[in-house]
């Protein structure tokens, strides 16, 4: 008996050793992958065919199992899944590529140099710029447009304020616009000094200019989508989900990714407009490889930066001043109950606590007899203490952490120290929802993901300030920043199965960096470079 079952054993060895290996596109080896499943475990080496990941272990497990047709030693450097941007602004950020950018300047001069400047190179017929953010000169107030109006009296020109919340107009670009001082203004502000207006509007009057601003042709919009994925994939991501598109640009990227000349997958939020709801929202989500539609992005309230953020009591800086909702309360309540019959995701831009408490209310009451709805609240900026209690999976946080690290100069002057301490509230936020979607909201902030992983745990900016971290009660763990930009960021899309952790079965979309995100010293996390971006296996950088 013995000796049948020492020859059984020995025929199943031989037989074994006999059963031919399974062709592979790609080995990837040498490597520390951080898989980002449950476990968070780790592996040596990956198996890929086809864009799916079939197999993670050793490579000496592996190539006993593969034949490969590619081999790819990633010489002991650290993998991670491609990194998800759950909240991004794609094509205006292509856009904003091709018209003045006034990020970062320190002057209401240094803006109008660089106007000037932009202007002597392409002679545009209606100048477009965006990116000041008073909060950064000297005099932070809000800047007039007679300097403008003298430098450019026939040429249009709109500045978007940082947030997106403001614009800048010299006079003929109101002109145009068809605004003046008698204007009846609702869900917003144009602001006037001594009988005339300033050239600064804020919020609801805001499209009356957009809707002057010079068509793009298909090949200019097409131009803004390609530099923008390039960007974005040159600093590791792999999936952006763009806050806000008409039908237009969904089609072109669509276009694009089916004629295999746009790589990045994109999740699409259509903007909230009837034309657009009224084709999607009566068929239904679109799902494809490389893009799903299933996201309605809706507005309600503007920006702190530019006192547009409802809040519940008077701003600290602004006596009698409560900011705005953009929309009115029962066309809000009307649009999530047009929602909740559908299959889509309804996604707010939520930032001051009378904005928040009324999303997260509505949001209850139409999802209360509903499960895996995933409506998403964009921001969840500024927050009453017992409100935080709404959020789960069904009720999502999607957040930015660069903004608090962009505002913490000047939020408290905005809040007053009671309401700043339940500000910008990450880990407040994950630990009653379970989940914590990152993104940057780029172009309003930087693209860099790595900036996203940073101020998520240190709470600081680039020149470690300030020293301790702002708020550092609300700092998430590296494991937590990391699920959010990767499998938290692709729950809160829908896209859970699909991508955001390297796992059997996902597609092979990862990032290859110099450094180990979970291991280098925090001081050292922003000098960390990313040596290759892969999308279905295949390298897009």
């Not at 893009?291 to 702190?304: I, R």
């Not at 550092?472 to 494991?479: D, L, T, V």
Request: aromatic residues 8%; contains cysteine; negative net charge.
């Amino acid at each position: 008996m013995k000796m049948k079952k020492c020859l059984l054993i020995f025929l199943l060895i031989v037989t074994a050793c006999n059963q031919p290996k399974q062709a592979i596109d790609l080995l990837v080896h040498n490597a520390k992958i951080y898989q980002v499943n449950r476990k968070f475990s780790t592996a040596e080496a990956m198996a890929i065919s086809n864009g799916e990941i079939l197999a993670l272990g050793s490579f000496q497990d592996l190539t006993k199992k593969y034949i490969y047709k590619e081999k790819l030693d990633a010489e002991n450097q650290t993998i991670f899944p491609g990194f998800i941007d759950a909240h991004g602004h794609l094509y205006n950020y292509g856009l904003q590529l091709q018209h003045v950018d006034l990020n970062n300047t320190q002057s209401f001069d240094e803006l109008v140099t660089r106007i000037v400047d932009f202007q002597e190179k392409n002679q545009s017929d209606y100048i477009i710029g965006r990116g000041w953010d008073q909060n950064l000169w000297e005099n932070q107030e809000f800047p007039v447009n007679d300097t403008l109006n003298q430098l450019f009296p026939d040429t249009p020109i709109s500045l978007s304020r940082v947030d997106g919340h403001a614009l800048l107009c010299n006079q003929a670009a109101l002109d145009l616009a068809g605004i003046d001082i008698s204007m009846n203004v609702k869900d917003g502000v144009l602001l006037e000094e001594n009988g005339e207006l300033t050239g600064i509007i804020i919020d609801g009057p805001m499209p009356l200019v957009f809707d002057t601003y010079p068509e793009l042709s298909d090949e200019e919009a097409k131009k803004a989508l390609l530099s923008a994925e390039k960007e974005c994939l040159a600093y590791g991501l792999t999936c952006v989900a763009d806050a806000g598109l008409p039908k237009r640009i969904i089609d072109l990227i669509d276009s694009l990714q089916t004629n295999e000349y746009m790589q990045l997958r994109m999740y699409a939020m259509i903007s909230n407009t009837e034309a657009n709801l009224e084709h999607y929202l009566n068929q239904p989500p679109i799902k494809k490889e490389k893009l799903v539609v299933k996201g309605v992005k809706v507005y309600a309230d503007g920006a702190l930066g530019s006192r547009g953020a409802a809040l519940k009591s008077p701003y600290s800086d602004k006596v009698k001043h409560f900011g705005n909702m953009v929309i009115n309360l029962d066309d809000f309540h009307a649009l999530a109950e047009r929602v909740s019959k559908t299959e889509f995701q309804m996604n707010t831009h939520a930032i001051g606590d009378s904005a928040n408490a009324v999303v997260l209310k509505t949001y209850a009451k139409f999802l209360q007899n509903q499960s895996d709805r995933r409506w998403r609240v964009e921001h969840a900026q500024v927050m009453d203490a017992d409100e935080f209690t709404f959020f789960s999976k069904n009720i999502i946080p999607s957040v930015q952490p660069t903004h608090a690290i962009s505002d913490m100069h000047w939020a408290e002057n905005r809040l007053g120290e009671e309401r700043i301490q339940h500000a910008y509230a990450y880990k407040n936020l994950l630990d009653n929802a379970g989940i914590l979607a990152l993104g940057t909201d780029f172009p309003i902030e930087g693209i860099d993901p790595l900036m996203t992983f940073f101020t998520a745990i240190a709470r600081q900016d680039e020149n470690f300030y300030p020293a301790g971290g702002f708020q550092k009660q609300n700092a998430i763990s590296r494991e937590e920043a990391l699920r959010g930009m990767t499998i938290w960021a692709a729950y809160a899309n829908f896209q859970e199965d699909l991508i955001g952790s390297l796992e059997v079965g996902k597609k092979a979309d990862f990032v290859i960096l110099n450094q180990d995100l979970m291991q280098v010293p925090e001081e050292k996390i922003l000098s960390t470079q990313v040596i290759s971006t892969y999308i279905d296996g295949q390298k897009v950088n």
